[in-house]
């Protein structure tokens, strides 16, 4: 699905109804071996009229279990209609966003970010295991500081360990000659394997990374690797204004990809995204799960169908374009109000191709960062910044306001 169509609404309900009509209905039929049924008719109102021409509200209520992976081998047959739409959505993903060749991936509408990074850890450490019989003590991740505290979930979880690289302060690039010296040590420690984890878009400071920063050195030394790409919170926005794109399927050495549909996507939370290459996802089936129908390859196990119903109706009520113009929209604002700290002589970090602007602490009193819900980079301790994220929700009148207010502390008339 290269070409990424955008639906109106009574296109979109007409499939989503027709996907519920091949799911099975557990208000009109009477399965008896599963351990589930429609939302319970005492909370939920199954009969609602608003419910025909609300589609994800439907979905909710038809309550369908997308357990399992639905881009490689068979699925659950009770839930095959709303399947095909997740099936959908992660090809309009894969393909029309991240570059991945036809049927070229796998993947699955995660609980989110966490889970999809989780899941790309795992899959990548069941990989070195199995293909070159390493021990984990053997594998090890590598990451910047900047990275999401998924990555030391995970390391904890699966009992791996991580090289945390440092970063220039002010660019939030890696040190890549301290990395070299960092990798190397750890290869003399017995470290063979490893999961290297890319940021397209760091939660703090948008920042993106050069995986040829990471891959050159590994490559130069010869250590195997497996590239992971965590998009979670860039993948909605830098593939549309960045003009050159390494953290995509396009480049070989990339492997998986992580992306958050409820963040930029504005769908409901629990709806990440795990994306991969063919021939990877089957290193963490679950043998066990011996009564699902089809192969449990996901960490998440029974999951909501109706978020990958979300998902896939914000995309085509955009399509490409339309999305394309949205995100434009954000990235305006944000040179807007990148344009006025400059003027002010704030310090403060912009990757160009991002939404998130991070302003140096020392520039705006916490009296100020708590009127406007301004994020910090520590809760506790001595907090180096505080980030500003332009959402769809924050106008220019806004960002305004802020600036009114910094102009007023820094003793500038407005």
Not at 157 to 186: C, H, P
């Amino acid at each position: 699905m290269k070409n990424w169509k955008k639906l109106n609404h009574a296109e979109q309900v007409a499939r989503v109804n027709r996907a519920l009509l091949e799911n099975i209905n557990f208000s009109i039929d009477a399965p008896l071996g599963y351990p589930a049924s429609k939302l319970d008719g005492r909370v939920f109102y199954d009969d609602a009229p608003f419910l025909k021409d609300a589609p994800v509200l439907s979905t909710y209520v038809a309550n369908p279990n997308h357990i399992g992976c639905h881009t490689t081998g068979t699925s659950e047959n009770a839930f095959k209609g709303s399947q095909k739409i997740e099936k959908e959505t992660i090809d309009i993903l894969a393909t029309a966003i991240f570059g991945c060749e036809q049927d070229g991936y796998d993947g699955y509408i995660a609980t989110g970010g966490t889970e999809a990074n989780l899941q790309a850890l795992w899959m990548f450490r069941n990989y070195f295991m199995k293909s070159f019989g390493a021990q984990p003590a053997e594998i090890a991740i590598i990451a910047s500081e900047d990275t999401h505290y998924s990555i030391a979930k995970g390391s904890n979880l699966l009992l791996i360990d991580w090289l945390n690289v440092k970063v220039d302060f002010e660019s939030r690039q890696i040190d890549v000659v301290a990395f070299e010296k960092q990798l190397l040590e750890a290869a003399q420690l017995g470290k063979k394997y490893f999961i290297v984890v890319c940021n397209m878009g760091t939660t703090m400071f948008g920042s993106v990374d050069n995986p040829g920063d990471y891959t050159s050195i590994l490559e130069k030394h010869q250590l195997a690797y497996k590239l992971h790409v965590d998009a979670a919170y860039g993948g909605f926005v830098y593939p549309f204004l960045a003009k050159e794109n390494l953290l995509d399927f396009k480049n070989p050495a990339v492997s998986s990809i992580t992306v958050d549909a409820h963040k930029m996507l504005q769908a409901p939370y629990g709806s990440g995204v795990f994306l991969c290459r063919k021939d990877l996802i089957e290193n963490v089936l679950t043998k066990e799960a011996e009564y699902v129908e089809g192969m449990d390859l996901t960490l998440s196990g029974s999951r909501s169908g109706a978020n990958a119903v979300a998902v896939w109706m914000i995309l085509v009520t955009y399509g490409e374009n339309g999305w394309f113009e949205k995100v434009k929209v954000l990235q305006m604002r944000t040179d807007w109000l990148c344009q006025q700290l400059t003027a002010l002589n704030i310090d403060y970090f912009r990757e160009p191709n991002m939404n998130i602007v991070t302003i140096k602490s020392s520039f705006i009193p916490e009296s100020i960062a708590h009127q406007f819900d301004l994020v910090p980079q520590k809760h506790t301790g001595k907090n180096d910044w505080y980030k500003i994220v332009v959402m769809d929700h924050v106008e220019i009148d806004q960002l305004k306001k802020l600036l009114d207010q910094l102009k007023e502390f820094m003793g500038i008339l407005a």
